[in-house]
């Protein structure tokens, strides 16, 4: 039986060679699958220990003042570890930190055979919220009851291992040879417990009856659940009041409970909508609980009529709330029961076969795609749907798994002899009550009608977002990476392409062109799409009109703006129909080697569909660049182009969109649905729905519209400053000084607040200035300052890192505007750099501006005061989140309070104490009041 030593260290900092120490050793022994032996020590370091550290550890230089140091130590952390199987929560750092301080000590270094259970967690269990120790910690319900100590951290890691080799051991005998075959290029050494499970489970039953098997490999099986035909057992009255009131069903089911008022009216409203057939537009200010609110009319109408109802979200946040929390507390409170399934495009859904073709290759795949294939087995093993939104995948592994997706399958799985989980998913939906689906799904449906199935009903929730979604889907994207990743992967030069497999094949002699001829047909098309993105740059960078600086600092031009085209622009669009035209030849070529294929080797179901694949994409791009560059009397969509500014001379994005999506809206949708209705936080402007109507192209007596207050107390909750004595910005030499200004409030206002503040901007060049500027003033005050576009991570991670740091400061922009849920005392004060006000350079806003020329209609306030006062509404929104929540809000735009318009904003939110005072007496005010 192999033995294990888990390690775990605490150092100075993470860099041996500029003086780091180790100050903490942890090792754990596991003998027999049993814990058997512990040690910990601290060392004196040769250097201070950081406030950082000893806030992290809770280890001070006293504490180490009369502690041993590492070569006193040495050979009895050697003897400890020696003749076991190293084990690290992040073996890199704790193997290789002690390496590099034995080589200090002139000791030969660790050769042992390691396993590393942060790779070992991501593999085995792909559905965990984090792989931190605390996060796998707390998933694991294990005592950690000191993190950031080493003995406490190791004695976790051992707990973890041992919970990962049991799960280990009990995997199915295929899953177990694919894993032996993936773990040599893994960091973990699995052979010795893989080999031993695999022969342990070769010839064992218990696993027959839980996994299905295609193609060699396990997997759980995939069943469709049958709807059941229900009765409502009472109207709709008696559910609703059943369901809210104080003593109802929810108030049994949820500890805190509180009745609102709000509730009855958003379900009362969906339910007449759909009695009545009728487009609703339903405002629901925070706090309300709108999303249950909505589902209890929604199930009730579909139990009814015996047909779905679709709820649409613009977020995958959303979705799984309504499927992990919403649904299954309804499954339990409403008086029927019912099915609800989420629907994704085909490119969220694993295909089993793609992937079964591809672990039969020997592929020499990088670590990453190597991960994410062990991962991907273990998954099918446990998933019911196949839905990749469930795990977390390596950042290269999304596009491993745009390969193996249901996107890439060209064949009915019917014909593999199996069910995929798209399939199951398609099926599924027509045995559903509620379909769950995304914005950008239900615009595809609008464009071809087999995406979902028939349904009548829908609710829009995350509604303000519809809008450009619906436009976005109706366009297209280009870039040249994509094209040229496309381009690549028909290269014969790498083992993974379908073209090195086909021109190394018994029957290559048959093909149409020699593989020579199809490596230079290939650089060709490289070569003249480098030329043509290159040519599209240059086009740019030298056009003296219609071009602006981006918020994400791109540089923009749009296209199309006149019927009669430039001498430039004539030679940018024989440009692109030449580089259509060459891809073409591609594409024929490919048909070519595919009727060989199809004629010599029928049976080879993966090199098929890879050509099939490879063709679809590419015709995808040559009818995308056509229309890019084919003028439009009508200017029905928005073009332009996006260029890096100081980044490669080919890094050009081509958009595209609709102008106006109300003709579109009317033919697709509202005419063919019975009732749709939206909803959202912000859809209104004082109290108006003139503006989203408008948008839509509805009329106001064709639709019910329902603004609903939050039940919360902004006025006690909220105070709203504005100071009078900021630097306006008239100009770009304006800016300078308003950043100044706006660094040092948000200094000012951080020692109220303790930190704990999010600041947003209009652009990401005001926020960059600012954070630069207050790096140099934050670091000596102790604020961690996080930026989006600059810190890195994800927008969730960036978040995260704000919630974990106390005394924080996080900067972001666009994305940061909205859907941002940070309750209690970790959000206390946000600031609006710049009322949101979308600039008039943008293409989108001058093809909006030349329609309200066109029919008379004011661009300023019929469009670009309505969405900056959205969009404020949603920056106002992050601050309260519940009834407890207190905070500051912080104006830096003085025009709030003194422009014309400035009731459209302040009339659009909750009414909240405003102050309207210099910067001196509102932070006095501020520090009283907080």
């Not at 009216?265 to 925070?286: D, M």
């Not at 995304?438 to 071809?448: D, E, F, I, R, V």
């Not at 974990?804 to 940061?816: P, Q, Y």
Request: charged share 20%; with cysteine; hydrophobic share 40%.
């Amino acid at each position: 039986m192999e033995s294990y030593a888990v390690i775990d260290l605490e150092a100075t900092g993470h860099d041996v060679e500029a003086g780091d120490s180790i100050i903490d050793v942890g090792i754990v022994i596991i003998e027999n699958d049993e814990i058997t032996t512990t040690y910990s020590t601290l060392l004196k370091p040769n250097v201070d220990i950081p406030p950082f550290i000893e806030q992290l550890t809770g280890i001070s230089n006293k504490d180490v003042q009369c502690a041993p140091n590492f070569h006193e130590k040495v050979d009895e952390i050697m003897d400890m570890v020696s003749d076991h199987t190293i084990i690290a929560h992040n073996v890199p750092f704790d193997v290789g930190f002690l390496n590099d301080t034995l080589l200090l000590e002139k000791r030969p270094i660790l050769t042992n055979n390691v396993i590393d259970t942060v790779e070992l967690s991501r593999i085995l269990y792909p559905k965990a919220a984090g792989y931190k120790l605390n996060e796998l910690a707390h998933f694991f319900n294990l005592h950690h009851d000191e993190p950031h100590r080493a003995l406490s951290d190791a004695y976790v890691t051992a707990e973890l291992f041992l919970i990962c080799k049991e799960k280990l051991h009990a995997l199915p005998y295929e899953t177990l040879r694919h894993m032996l075959h993936l773990e040599k290029q893994l960091e973990s050494d699995l052979h010795t417990i893989l080999f031993s499970s695999l022969k342990e489970n070769q010839f064992s039953i218990k696993n027959h009856d839980t996994y299905v098997s295609h193609r060699g490999m396990s997997y759980k099986p995939i069943h469709i659940e049958k709807k059941q035909q229900q009765k409502l057992p009472a109207s709709f009255g008696e559910i609703v009041e059943s369901t809210f009131s104080s003593a109802g069903i929810l108030a049994e089911q949820l500890e805190e409970y509180e009745y609102r008022e709000g509730q009855f009216q958003i379900a009362n409203t969906v339910f007449h909508s759909f009695a009545e057939e009728k487009h609703a537009f339903i405002e629901a200010g925070t706090g309300i609980g709108k999303t249950i609110a909505y589902l209890v009319p929604a199930l009730y109408q579909a139990i009814l009529t015996t047909k779905p109802v679709v709820i649409s979200t613009y977020t995958t946040q959303l979705q799984t709330q309504l499927l992990d929390e919403h649904i299954p507390l309804l499954q339990k409170a409403f008086p029927a029961s019912f099915q609800a399934t989420v629907m994704k495009g085909k490119q969220h859904y694993l295909s089993i076969e793609r992937f079964a073709q591809d672990l039969e290759y020997m592929n020499h795949d990088n670590y990453d795609i190597t991960l994410t294939k062990a991962i991907l087995l273990i998954w099918i093993t446990e998933t019911n749907t196949g839905d990749i939104d469930e795990i977390q995948l390596p950042t290269s592994g999304y596009a491993y798994f745009r390969k193996v997706s249901a996107y890439a399958e060209s064949k009915q799985n019917e014909e593999f002899g199996y069910m995929s989980y798209y399939q199951k998913a398609n099926e599924q939906v027509k045995h559903s009550d509620i379909i769950v689906t995304n914005h950008a799904l239900l615009s595809t449906h609008m464009k071809n009608d087999h995406v979902l199935p028939s349904y009548e009903y829908v609710i829009i929730d995350e509604a303000h977002h519809f809008e450009r979604v619906v436009a976005k889907q109706f366009g297209t994207v280009l870039n040249y990476v994509s094209i040229q990743h496309l381009l690549t992967q028909l290269e014969c030069t790498s083992f993974n392409t379908w073209t090195y497999r086909l021109f190394k094949h018994k029957y290559a002699h048959l093909l149409p062109i020699n593989e020579q001829s199809w490596e230079y047909t290939i650089e060709e098309a490289q070569y003249e799409v480098d030329m043509f993105f290159r040519s599209l740059f240059s086009f740019v960078r030298h056009q003296k009109g219609n071009k602006r600086l981006s918020d994400t600092g791109r540089l923009e031009y749009v296209l199309g703006q006149t019927t009669q085209l430039s001498t430039s622009e004539k030679n940018i669009q024989e440009f692109a129909l030449r580089t259509s035209g060459i891809l073409m030849d591609v594409i024929r070529k490919m048909k070519g080697l595919l009727d060989v294929v199809r004629i010599n080797d029928r049976e080879n179901e993966k090199l098929t569909n890879d050509i099939n694949q490879s063709i679809m994409e590419l015709e995808h791009v040559c009818e995308d660049l056509t229309f890019f560059f084919t003028v439009q009397e009508d200017h029905s969509h928005i073009k332009w182009l996006e260029i890096e500014m100081y980044g490669a001379k080919n890094a050009v994005h081509l958009y595209c969109e609709k102008a106006q999506i109300a003709d579109d809206l009317h033919n697709t949708f509202f005419s063919q649905k019975k009732s749709v209705v939206f909803t959202s936080a912000t859809l209104s402007m004082r109290n108006s729905f003139d503006y989203i109507l408008h948008t839509y192209g509805l009329q106001k007596n064709d639709v019910y519209t329902s603004a609903i207050p939050s039940p919360f107390n902004y006025k006690e909750q909220v105070q709203m400053y504005v100071p009078k004595d900021f630097p306006a910005v008239h100009k770009e030499a304006d800016k300078a000084a308003f950043i100044e200004a706006t660094v040092e409030a948000i200094l000012s206002l951080a020692t109220v607040t303790n930190g704990r503040m999010l600041v947003l901007f209009t652009s990401y060049e005001m926020l960059r200035n600012a954070y630069h500027l207050l790096k140099e003033f934050s670091d000596s005050n102790g604020y961690t300052v996080i930026a989006q576009g600059v810190s890195s991570g994800s927008r969730a991670r960036l978040i995260k890192n704000f919630q974990a740091n106390e005394r924080s400061i996080l900067l972001g922009t666009s994305s940061f505007w909205e859907g941002i849920d940070i309750p209690g005392n970790d959000l206390s004060c946000i600031v609006i750099a710049r009322l949101p006000f979308q600039s008039p350079q943008t293409p989108v806003y001058q093809a909006i501006e030349n329609q309200c020329k066109q029919t008379g209609e004011n661009p300023f306030y019929d469009y670009a005061l309505p969405h900056a006062v959205l969009r404020f509404k949603q920056g106002f929104g992050r601050l309260i989140r519940n009834e407890t929540d207190r905070g500051i809000i912080f104006i830096c735009d003085e025009r709030i309070m003194t422009a014309s318009y400035r009731s459209y904003f302040t009339e659009s939110i909750p009414e909240v104490s405003f102050i309207h005072d210099s910067m001196t007496n509102i932070i006095n005010h501020a520090d009283h009041w907080f």
